[in-house]
């Protein structure tokens, strides 16, 4: 049994999809027999949101309550720590974090940009990057090293992009050896049950967060550009489409005009089981990706799209390379056209059970916590 530690974004962000996201890793390694904790650092103002003010700010209460009820269920209340922007720690105490970090075997960042790296370091902890933006992060340690900024340094680098590092992707590698992981998930955590009767396919997705980021002379997108080239998809096929969607600069009247239905991503996930009660609503995922993981062929796949998988639901994602790595034709669908994914969902109705139970099979198999963590571990302890 290995002492854990991972670093997420649970508190400041205590919405389903997020929560689910960091939930699976830490689920998954204690079921494997590890002692897990997360541990969260605010290290910037207002990086609290409050879903029910709809507000950010410093006030992490309702966060770190939803966040340890959550991880109750799971037999790890007492595994939480987080300290505030003014430096003050809840859960663990700070003379409790030292020891864990002096007794642990493993510091996994899942997207804390360093926060406790020298928290880390002066433990001699081993720590490990677990990248979740394929493209993005290495563009920007990319700059970072051309404006002459020193990198946070870890002792292992993985990355959701299976084929960052190899000559399937284009991306950057900003000089360091990435081992592929995908995103895991706990199969029971999303039990299958039929779903309802004219029931969507459906997708939870942020259309734009923030502006495009140049590289080499490109500019790369998110979402948004990506989704123009399946806009007339409900024009295609016979079962509804849905989009469950946030962010900026979404063209609702588009949407709704080409046969989209819309819900609000925030209502529709604002607790984890409001979020599995979602995909379990829905037929089936319908998704694009990013530009910037399609453009530079990254072989990211959601972590979202693993969920749908576990719950018995098929999934059309947009091909980003990760068609190379895991099965398709089945219960999972890698498009590059929306001919492409009209025929997909199409096959998918002719046999909606098998593909269901397909599905189910892909994320057991392929995404499991119980076949992905321990190759990782096997690496990095």
Same mark, same amino acid.
């Given at each position: 049994?290995?002492?854990?530690?991972?670093?997420?974004?649970?508190?400041?962000?205590?919405?389903?999809?997020?929560?689910?996201?960091?939930?699976?890793?830490?689920?998954?390694?204690?079921?494997?027999?590890?002692? #897990?904790?997360?541990?969260?650092?605010?290290?910037?103002?207002?990086?609290?949101?409050?879903?029910?003010?709809?507000?950010?700010?410093?006030?992490?209460?309702?966060?770190?309550?939803?966040?340890?009820?959550?991880?109750?269920?799971?037999?790890?209340?007492?595994?939480?720590?987080?300290?505030?922007?003014?430096? @003050?720690?809840?859960?663990?105490?700070?003379?409790?974090?030292?020891?864990?970090?002096?007794?642990?075997?493993?510091?996994?960042?899942?997207?804390?940009?360093?926060?406790?790296?020298?928290?880390?370091?002066?433990?001699?902890?081993?720590?490990?990057?677990?990248?979740?933006?394929?493209?993005?992060?290495?563009?920007?340690?990319?700059?970072?090293?051309?404006?002459?900024?020193?990198? *946070?340094?870890?002792?292992?680098?993985?990355?959701?992009?299976?084929?960052?590092?190899?000559?399937?992707?284009?991306?950057?590698?900003?000089?360091?050896?990435?081992?592929?992981?995908?995103?895991?998930?706990?199969?029971?955590?999303? *039990?299958?049950?039929?779903?309802?009767?004219?029931? *969507?396919?459906?997708?939870?997705?942020?259309?734009?967060?923030?502006?495009?980021?140049?590289?080499?002379?490109?500019?790369?997108?998110?979402?948004?550009?990506?989704?123009?080239?399946?806009?007339?998809?409900?024009?295609?096929? @016979?079962?509804?489409?849905?989009?469950?969607?946030?962010?900026?600069? #979404?063209? @609702?009247?588009?949407?709704?005009?080409?046969?989209?239905?819309?819900?609000?991503?925030?209502?529709?996930? #604002?607790?984890?089981?409001?979020?599995?009660?979602?995909?379990?609503?829905?037929?089936?995922?319908?998704?694009?990706?990013?530009?910037?993981?399609?453009?530079?062929?990254?072989?990211?796949?959601?972590?979202?799209?693993?969920?749908?998988?576990?719950?018995?639901?098929? #999934?059309?994602?947009?091909?980003?390379?990760?068609?190379?790595?895991? *099965?398709?034709?089945?219960?999972?669908?890698?498009?590059?056209?929306?001919?492409?994914?009209?025929?997909?969902?199409?096959?998918?109705?002719?046999?909606?059970?098998?593909? @269901?139970?397909?599905?189910?099979?892909?994320?057991?198999?392929?995404?499991?916590?119980?076949?992905?963590?321990?190759?990782?571990?096997?690496?990095?302890?």
């Amino acid at each position: 049994m290995a002492r854990i530690l991972v670093g997420s974004y649970m508190v400041r962000y205590p919405l389903g999809g997020m929560m689910s996201w960091s939930l699976q890793w830490l689920v998954g390694l204690h079921r494997l027999g590890h002692e #897990v904790y997360l541990v969260e650092k605010s290290t910037y103002p207002d990086s609290c949101y409050d879903p029910v003010r709809q507000t950010n700010g410093n006030d992490f209460a309702y966060g770190l309550r939803t966040v340890t009820e959550l991880l109750e269920r799971f037999g790890l209340r007492d595994r939480v720590c987080y300290v505030d922007f003014e430096g @003050a720690y809840h859960g663990i105490g700070a003379r409790g974090m030292e020891e864990v970090f002096r007794t642990a075997d493993l510091f996994l960042d899942l997207g804390t940009h360093g926060a406790w790296l020298e928290e880390a370091s002066r433990a001699g902890t081993a720590t490990a990057l677990v990248d979740g933006e394929p493209g993005y992060t290495q563009i920007k340690m990319e700059k970072l090293l051309a404006d002459g900024q020193p990198l *946070p340094e870890y002792d292992f680098y993985f990355s959701n992009g299976a084929n960052i590092g190899t000559p399937r992707s284009t991306a950057p590698t900003a000089g360091k050896t990435w081992t592929g992981i995908f995103n895991p998930v706990v199969p029971d955590l999303f *039990p299958v049950t039929p779903p309802p009767r004219d029931a *969507p396919f459906t997708t939870v997705m942020n259309w734009q967060s923030h502006p495009p980021l140049e590289y080499g002379g490109r500019e790369y997108g998110q979402k948004d550009v990506e989704f123009a080239g399946f806009m007339d998809l409900p024009a295609r096929v @016979a079962v509804p489409m849905e989009v469950a969607v946030s962010g900026q600069n #979404v063209p @609702a009247s588009k949407l709704e005009e080409a046969g989209w239905r819309m819900r609000n991503a925030q209502e529709c996930t #604002v607790s984890f089981d409001s979020y599995r009660d979602y995909l379990a609503t829905s037929r089936g995922e319908f998704s694009v990706a990013k530009n910037i993981f399609v453009a530079t062929r990254t072989g990211w796949f959601s972590d979202r799209s693993a969920a749908y998988l576990a719950s018995g639901r098929p #999934v059309v994602l947009q091909d980003t390379g990760f068609s190379e790595h895991l *099965p398709t034709g089945e219960g999972l669908f890698a498009v590059k056209s929306v001919e492409e994914a009209a025929a997909a969902i199409c096959q998918v109705e002719e046999s909606y059970e098998q593909h @269901a139970a397909c599905a189910r099979e892909i994320a057991r198999e392929y995404l499991s916590t119980t076949k992905l963590l321990p190759v990782l571990l096997e690496r990095a302890l």
